[in-house]
């Protein structure tokens, strides 16, 4: 059973298209991520929320909008992409804080 | 400036060999030292976690240990697989967020090619 899943793993769009990436744990953790993951391995906090609240915002554009329906759920939804939004963005979840992050298998986006 | 800096940045060893990654922090105040191991194409993977009063941590053939004083970590890898090819990522939990939303700095990893 896979405990945090995304989807699609591959996302190729052009630029200017609108695209979300879907992200299911269950794992019953009350906290979950996003991650971006660029092209020299660096990963960096996008979002995270805790228990379908946002905690925490980093400095991402306004055109990224994560939404959570419930505690188990945390889609990306991304407008207008650009040419520097490639890269793989990592879902994860942990239950509290201080908890090891579990994370998804990433999605792999591509803009063209 | 709230850091992680991580040596070598890549390793090739020989299976069966064993190797240490090195971990050089500079965040604070400090919560816990995080690694993780991460394969090619998957997300990263939580090999131990270690909090203020620890100075080692096992996971099977993995051992990190903690100097809060000096503010370094290791990790050894004993008795090296194939399968231990992999990214390995040190993650400091700390400095400063609004409420107790501690911050984690990531370091860029470890590349480890373990050669048959």
């Known amino acids: 059973d896979t405990a945090v899943s995304q989807t699609p793993k591959y996302l190729v769009t052009q630029m200017g298209n609108d695209k979300s990436i879907k992200c299911e744990q269950n794992?019953?953790?009350?906290?979950m991520y996003w991650y971006k993951q660029d092209s020299k391995k660096f990963l960096k906090i996008m979002f995270s929320y805790n228990n379908k609240e946002l905690i925490i915002n980093e400095t991402v554009p306004n055109r990224f909008s994560p939404k959570s329906p419930d505690k188990a759920h945390l889609n990306l939804h991304i407008n207008s992409l650009e040419l520097g939004d490639s890269a793989v963005y990592f879902c994860?979840?942990?239950?509290?804080?201080?908890?090891?992050?579990?994370f998804g298998n990433g999605t792999r986006l591509t803009v063209t | 400036k709230n850091q992680v800096e991580q040596s070598p940045q890549s390793l090739i060893i020989l299976e069966g060999k064993n190797c240490t990654l090195q971990?050089?922090?500079?965040?604070?105040?400090?919560?816990?030292l995080r690694w993780y191991k991460q394969d090619t194409g998957r997300g990263p993977v939580s090999l131990t976690i270690?909090?203020?009063s620890e100075n080692t941590k096992s996971n099977g053939r993995y051992t990190a240990t903690l100097d809060a004083d000096t503010k370094q970590s290791s990790l050894h890898i004993t008795a090296s697989q194939l399968s231990d090819s992999a990214s390995y990522i040190c993650v400091v939990s700390g400095g400063t967020r609004a409420g107790n939303n501690r911050k984690l700095i990531w370091g860029l990893g470890t590349s480890l090619a373990v050669n048959p």
């Open positions: 994860a979840s942990s239950q509290t804080q201080n908890s090891p992050l579990h």
């Open positions: 794992l019953g953790h009350d906290t």
């Open positions: 270690m909090t203020f």
């Open positions: 971990c050089n922090y500079t965040v604070s105040p400090f919560s816990n």
